[in-house]
């Protein structure tokens, strides 16, 4: 256990449903990551919050949709999805700084059917 | 803009042969640089960093990485590798606020 907790594990949804993805850490950490693993691709950084406020956002398609309610838990929500967001999807957090380690929880794997 | 490269899709090792895993970046200022390690269905797992220092750093599950500043790369390195050791291995460099990652090398070590 890295001590970031993301649920659920595995989503399967609909692209005309609502979901949201949760992620929580217990690790006093002040920035939060929302990256998006596809199949033979790089990482994709999506989201970035720190001090919980929203500081980068990478041309991320407005059918996700960040929260950042404060610094222990961030959420994805998503709808009217692709079959192409269907990824893994992962949060990490970190302590804010250049020469700080992100830590990553377990993931969800998203598809969109 | 900074980024990392990994230039080998895959690597195999046979178990208890030394393995490397290499890693070259283009930063401005100092480097700070980062390998993680993900296995099947799970996050990243952080082995080891080099903001400063000695050139060699000693990382997680008996990894290692050798910063050298001439080649601007940045290999992973382990003695003697084990089957468990098999994994898709990154690395990263800070880019804004937060890290950014080569595509992945996998690493296939075999009994």
């Known amino acids: 256990e890295t001590g970031v907790t993301q649920t659920p594990r595995h989503l399967v949804m609909g692209m005309t449903n609502k979901k949201s993805l949760k992620c929580e850490q217990h690790?006093?950490?002040?920035?939060m990551y929302w990256y998006k693993q596809s199949a033979k691709k790089p990482l994709e950084l999506m989201f970035v919050y720190s001090l919980e406020e929203r500081v980068e956002n990478n041309s991320v398609p407005s059918r996700f949709s960040p929260e950042c309610p404060n610094s222990s838990h961030l959420f994805l929500h998503l709808h009217t999805l692709q079959p192409e967001d269907s990824a893994l999807y992962l949060c990490?957090?970190?302590?804010?700084?250049?020469?700080?380690?992100?830590?990553f929880g377990q993931g969800t794997r998203l598809t969109v059917v | 803009a900074q980024s990392v490269a990994q230039p080998e899709d895959q690597v195999n090792v046979a178990e208890g042969n030394p393995l490397t895993v290499k890693c070259t970046y283009s930063v401005s200022g100092n480097p700070y640089l980062f390998w993680y390690v993900q296995y099947p269905n799970r996050g990243l797992q952080f082995l080891l960093k080099?903001?400063?220092?000695?050139?060699l750093v000693k990382g997680s599950y008996g990894f290692e990485a050798e910063f050298n500043k001439s080649q601007t790369s940045f290999h992973l390195k382990k003695p003697s590798a084990l089957v468990s050791d098999s994994a898709l291995y990154f690395c990263a460099v800070p880019a804004g606020t937060a890290l950014i990652f080569g595509k992945g090398t996998t690493l296939s070590v075999s009994s």
């Open positions: 080099y903001i400063t220092g000695d050139n």
């Open positions: 990490a957090s970190s302590h804010r700084g250049r020469n700080t380690e992100a830590f």
């Open positions: 690790l006093g950490h002040n920035a």
